[in-house]
């Protein structure tokens, strides 16, 4: 079975500076897909960024970047030029590849709160 | 496309009631997840359909839960009879198998009283 871990329960940084969260995951899976999810206080989850496994390449978007580091198993957040409308709660996802299933397993979450 | 859309954004119930909540996917998507969020377990896969079809309900906590599909565009999650310990968010969210991405709605905050 997948297991995703947070280790941060919470986490703040400074508006403007640059903050990373943390994940790891255990699976016996080659191929699968990571995600980070973002929920703001309105409780909706969006979507921050996604990572396939069988890419070297780290994921980007924006001011969103990850550090995946496959056989660490490790897939941390970085987000630089922090801004207040990033204050939320940030998930770490697990998604097994291929077979009749895409469903997400999930950490506990960081809280991460953006000080002005 | 307006996303995923769920009803209703809050329900407020007395014990022993029966609650229904309602989801409506994107339209294409050919996989329905229901998750429940509390602060004590976190977020928690219930139940996963795959063109409809019930794939996994192993998260599924009693048989007070149940799920259907009826068709590709409609889900319901119904508890009964519900208790005060079912009190959390319940989340739908649908994909589609070749974006590999989940789409939540907005969710239902469930009070059991």
């Known amino acids: 079975a997948q297991t995703v871990t947070q280790s941060q329960p919470e986490m703040s940084v400074q508006e403007a500076e640059t903050v990373t969260l943390s994940c790891t995951y255990d699976?016996?899976?080659?191929?699968?897909?990571l995600f980070w999810y973002k929920q703001p206080p309105s409780r909706q989850m969006i979507l921050v960024i996604r990572q396939e496994a069988y890419k070297q390449q780290n994921a980007t978007e924006n001011r969103f970047s990850v550090n995946f580091q496959k056989a660490a198993k490790s897939f941390s957040l970085k987000i630089s030029d922090s801004q207040l409308g990033d204050t939320a709660m940030y998930f770490c996802?697990?998604?097994?590849?291929?077979?009749?299933?895409?469903?997400?397993?999930f950490g506990t979450g960081t809280l991460l709160a953006v000080q002005p | 496309d307006a996303g995923v859309i769920q009803s209703p954004r809050h329900e407020v119930t007395e014990m022993g009631q029966e609650v229904t909540l309602r989801c409506k996917p994107i339209?294409?998507?050919?996989?329905l997840f229901w998750y429940r969020q509390t602060m004590m377990r976190g977020l928690e896969l219930l139940i996963y359909f795959n063109n409809n079809v019930p794939i996994d309900d192993s998260g599924m906590p009693e048989d007070r839960f149940s799920a259907k599909m009826p068709n590709a565009s409609f889900s319901t999650l119904k508890i009964q009879p519900s208790e005060p310990r079912d009190s959390a968010v319940y989340f739908c969210?649908?994909?589609?198998?070749?974006?590999?991405?989940?789409?939540f709605g907005q969710g239902t905050r469930l009070t059991v009283v």
């Open positions: 969210a649908s994909s589609l198998d070749t974006l590999k991405v989940a789409f």
């Open positions: 996802a697990f998604m097994k590849y291929g077979g009749a299933t895409n469903k997400l397993i």
């Open positions: 699976t016996s899976e080659s191929n699968y897909y």
């Open positions: 339209s294409g998507h050919d996989y």
